[in-house]
């Protein structure tokens, strides 16, 4: 592949800072990509931190119970191991295509980002808040302006959580398919099939899947 050769080409450019997205970043950079994160809030953790950073989470594997605020604080350690780029209180306003294959993506300030692959982890919506009120809600209206019609608020995507733009993968509360989990650890999965099938997409020769454990322990 002709990919561009600039400093700002990323291997993922994720959009959304929330468990998904801060997941993906940990795994991604785990595989070797070069990755950023765009999220439209001026703090990471998504629908946890703006909804329920208080209440108790007891469905996290290996974890009894936990607070939001606790949950996003670990969460946040872990998607930070490996350095990615990370931009905050910028929204997505646009994602197309280049001759090289790349994707750019447009914020609402004008600038353009760029990346060989994209990951969509936006939750249920891009979180807003309400005109004169100190309250978030969830809109979906962005999303299917990127391009992305949305069924039963859902981006429709393959077994490897791709949509039908090339190259542009879901995971989280917005990907949709048959039996479809709206829980953390269905986000995790997601996250996961996503970034292995963009890395061997990136390189053909690479391994299907990698285990933290081979690459982590000294």
């Given at each position: ?22 997941y993906a970043a940990y ?178 020769s690479a391994p299907a ?10």
């Amino acid at each position: 592949m002709n990919w561009q050769q600039e400093p700002e080409l990323y291997d993922m450019t994720i959009i959304g800072g929330g468990t998904a997205g801060m997941y993906a970043a940990y795994y991604a950079g785990m595989r070797g990509m070069s990755v950023k994160i765009i999220d439209c809030l001026p703090f990471l953790g998504g629908t946890v931190t703006a909804f329920y950073p208080e209440k108790m989470i007891y469905d996290i594997g290996g974890i009894p119970k936990i607070s939001g605020a606790d949950f996003i604080s670990q969460m946040e350690e872990q998607a930070l191991m490996f350095n990615p780029s990370i931009i905050m209180n910028r929204t997505v306003k646009a994602i197309g295509g280049n001759a090289d294959a790349s994707l750019s993506l447009t914020l609402e300030n004008g600038d353009v980002h760029h990346s060989k692959t994209v990951l969509i982890a936006a939750g249920p919506g891009v979180i807003t808040k309400r005109e004169r009120k100190d309250v978030y809600f969830c809109d979906p209206a962005p999303i299917e302006a990127w391009g992305f019609p949305l069924e039963r608020r859902r981006i429709p995507v393959s077994n490897d959580m791709e949509t039908q733009m090339p190259h542009v993968y879901v995971a989280g509360d917005m990907a949709g398919y048959t039996g479809k989990w709206r829980l953390i650890a269905s986000a995790y999965t997601e996250a996961v099939t996503a970034v292995n099938h963009a890395k061997t997409y990136l390189d053909p020769s690479a391994p299907a899947q990698v285990y933290s454990s081979l690459l982590l322990d000294p």
